[in-house]
């Protein structure tokens, strides 16, 4: 039986908030539909799944017969065993039916028996999906499960997904999306919109969408050019009038107060009437824009090293607690190079990167790199990010101006730079590393899951930077489109 989550005139903002959040959204979804829902870092998504767990107050309704699930799960105590977890988030599921919900994500059954603490980031994601997809008749909302999954772990989370019903996934990942929604949930920049399809049909429809409203926006610019023209002249007339009446000479000669007061008074009203209807028209027309995307192109100044090679690993093998990570690695990084580090997770992809930062990480076989080579790094982790925008430029000493210009382009509004890092969503604080590294002028850029929770707009405007200045780069990404597009070479690593 078909049941709906109906969506009416919600309002809501943060207590705090400069801005509501969303305002007067109206929608509905069939709870047996594969929504993928994107948009804009900061625009919500996290926030609406928030809302549908009852977590704050909001103005307007929401009507569900479901109960909502989210992920990830919660897990208060994690150094316990895995199936005792799994049967606190499923607990009417047999034991059978859970080993068979990971056979369909390829991990075996020997992890319920580990405690969960020590399983891998791509495990966990693993297990805590198989277990909550076994509470029948509930709803699930999925919040980006990718971060902790390496290219082959998508492929298989993306086909379970396509055979599940009755979820809200989101993620910026373009090929995962594609393999496993059939409609798609968009935040735009005034409303939100549902259409059905995957994330292609989705951005065909897009950028037809924009098309058109790009080429109306240059009609519009005309229109209210030529209606702020018209306006001033009106004003500038309206102004004449209040002249005379107040007894300014007209033509050498002043102008009788009591022969022309009335008929000053009638003008002047008259005059403020067309005023205001021209400048209601300008703000309507200055409206009709609401759901333009812009993304500006940005820019960054690699520098030239004056050697060919930058960089050298032979038979390079990290080790972590006295053991190896991965099989012995041997390659270059050349002057123009873009190098996707390729491997499971776990396969020391971060060990190899951190050694390029001249971090102290236990190595054996041989690595070199160029004397006076300047490298910019982006890391994995953003836990450590704080105060203002401000101090962070100072700290890192980067230039403040460009900094924040940087992410204005990145879809950044002014008011974000008078809040602190901390209280900015995952994908705003990683465009602030992302911003840090275009700011510095570099011989090598090193970027580690620099995508991770970064939206599709921003993915393709930094995937069109690299393609325009072609830095030398060495990075890890598991976005399939991205590594496709921008890498020149690919290096492999295989878990020992």
């Known amino acids: 039986m078909m049941s709906m989550i109906q969506v009416e005139n919600l309002t809501f903002s943060y207590p705090s908030g400069y801005d509501n959040i969303f305002e007067n959204v109206s929608f509905q979804i069939d709870t047996n539909w594969k929504l993928g829902f994107i948009g804009r870092n900061g625009r919500g998504k996290t926030t609406f799944f928030n809302l549908l767990l009852g977590k704050y107050e909001y103005q307007g309704k929401i009507k569900s017969s479901v109960q909502f699930d989210y992920f990830p799960y919660v897990i208060a105590d994690k150094n316990r065993l895995t199936e005792d977890i799994l049967f606190e988030i499923c607990p009417f599921a047999e034991r059978w039916e859970i080993i068979r919900e990971l056979s369909y994500l390829e991990v075996h059954e020997d992890v319920l028996l580990k405690l969960f603490s020590i399983l891998s980031g791509g495990e966990q994601t693993k297990v805590l999906l198989a277990a909550l997809f076994l509470n029948d008749g509930h709803f699930l909302l999925i919040d980006e499960p990718t971060n902790h999954l390496d ?101 050498g000669v002043k102008a009788d107060k009591g022969y022309i007061g009335h008929k000053a008074a009638k003008m002047m009203q008259r005059a403020k009437n067309i005023e205001a209807r021209k400048q209601r028209a300008i703000d309507e027309k200055s409206s009709l824009l609401k759901n333009l995307e812009t993304a500006e192109d940005l820019k960054m100044k690699p520098l030239l090293y004056f050697r060919d090679t930058l960089a050298s690993f032979s038979h390079v093998t990290p080790i972590f607690h006295g053991k190896d990570i991965c099989q012995p690695i041997s390659f270059e990084i050349k002057r123009g190079e873009r190098i996707a580090l390729d491997g499971k997770n776990g396969s020391g992809k971060t060990s190899i990167l951190k050694l390029l930062m001249g971090q102290s990480i236990e190595f054996c076989g041989e690595f070199s790199i160029g004397s006076g080579l300047i490298v910019s790094y982006v890391p994995q982790d953003t836990s450590n990010l704080t105060g203002l925008l401000s101090d962070f430029a100072e700290n890192n000493r980067i230039d403040e101006s460009l900094f924040k210009a940087i992410l204005r382009k990145m879809d950044f509004t002014r008011t974000q730079f008078g809040k602190n890092i901390e209280d900015f969503s995952s994908g705003q604080k990683k465009k602030v590393f992302i911003a840090k590294s275009l700011c510095e002028q570099a011989h090598l850029y090193v970027w580690d899951e620099p995508l991770n929770y970064i939206d599709i707009y921003s993915r393709m405007q930094i995937e069109n930077l690299i393609k325009e200045f072609s830095p030398t780069m060495i990075f890890v990404e598991h976005d399939a489109v991205f590594r496709n597009t921008i890498a020149t070479k690919e290096v492999q690593l295989y878990k020992k």
């Open 151 to 251: 290219a082959k772990a998508r492929e298989l989370v993306s086909a379970y997904l396509k055979n599940k019903k009755g979820f809200i996934l989101v993620s910026h990942d373009r090929c995962f999306l594609d393999g496993c929604v059939d409609h798609i949930l968009s935040i735009n920049r005034s409303n939100i919109e549902v259409q059905k399809g995957n994330f292609s049909t989705w951005y065909t429809n897009f950028q037809q969408q924009q098309e058109f409203e790009l080429a109306k926006n240059v009609k519009l610019k005309k229109d209210i050019a030529h209606m702020k023209q018209a306006a001033q002249q009106t004003k500038s007339w309206s102004d004449a009038v209040e002249k005379t009446k107040n007894g300014t000479r007209i033509s």
